[in-house]
């Protein structure tokens, strides 16, 4: 079966601190796409990026950075010097059917808040 | 471009009653698909719609129903609601293509339902 784990329900950081949330996730499928949604307090979810299996680098867009090793099951998100701003629910989700945005799965969410 | 729209944005209805929400994708999206999130059970994945089809079903009983129109618009009805019904309801619309890649997908602002 396919699962999502996010083992931080909920992080406090102060402002400018660094911050990782932690991303397990389980599936069979040899294809599949991990993603990292922000769910601000306004309700919708917001896309911050998509890496398929097959594409084990690292990706940097400014404050934001992840770390996909499929040896450890793990996708795991840092924020480098956090901001209020930034103060959110982050979801991890997991699409293992080609060509189906569909069967998304989620993990719980981790409640982040930034302090000034 | 506009986003994905939900209406209506709030909704009270009374156990037993039966509710219909709507989602308008962006312009040129023929995937949505429907996700209850709760704080209990988190999001979870209702059902997916490409090109007028349900291409995918979550594990909801038969009372959640959807269908798409051939402007990709989409509705979701629940019939006979039950207080643990409440909950927010989020669409998402992607640009999933049949058996390519997947792609990301794009929220609306999701409609909070609340039943009495």
């Known amino acids: 079966a396919q699962k999502v784990t996010q083992a931080q329900t909920e992080i406090s950081v102060v402002e400018k601190e660094d911050v990782t949330l932690d991303c397990v996730y389980e599936?069979?499928?040899?294809?599949?796409?991990l993603f990292w949604y922000k769910q601000p307090p306004s309700g919708e979810l917001v896309f911050l990026i998509r890496?398929?299996?097959?594409?084990?680098q690292n990706e940097i867009s400014g404050r934001y950075s992840w770390n996909f090793q499929k040896s450890t099951s793990s996708f795991n998100f840092t924020i480098t010097a956090s901001q209020v701003v930034d103060s959110a629910v982050y979801f991890c989700?997991?699409?293992?059917?080609?060509?189906?945005?569909?069967?998304?799965?989620f993990g719980k969410g981790t409640k982040l808040s930034v302090k000034p | 471009k506009a986003g994905v729209t939900q209406t209506p944005r709030y909704l009270i209805k009374t156990r037993g009653q039966q509710v219909t929400l709507s989602c308008s994708p962006i312009?040129?999206?023929?995937?949505v698909s429907w996700y209850q999130q709760t704080p209990g059970q988190g999001l979870q994945f209702l059902f997916e719609?490409?090109?007028?089809?349900?291409?995918n079903k979550g594990n909801f009983p038969g009372r959640f129903s959807g269908r798409q129109f051939s402007n990709s618009r989409s509705e979701m009805n629940v019939s006979t609601l039950e207080l643990g019904d409440s909950a927010l309801y989020l669409c998402?619309?992607?640009?999933?293509?049949?058996?390519?890649?997947?792609?990301?997908?794009?929220f609306g602002q999701g409609t909070r339902l609340t039943v009495v």
């Open positions: 998402a619309s992607s640009l999933a293509q049949q058996g390519g890649m997947n792609t990301e997908a794009f």
């Open positions: 599936t069979r499928d040899t294809t599949y796409y």
């Open positions: 890496r398929n299996s097959f594409d084990e």
């Open positions: 989700a997991l699409s293992g059917k080609r060509g189906s945005q569909g069967n998304l799965i």
């Open positions: 312009s040129g999206h023929r995937s």
């Open positions: 719609y490409f090109s007028e089809t349900q291409r």
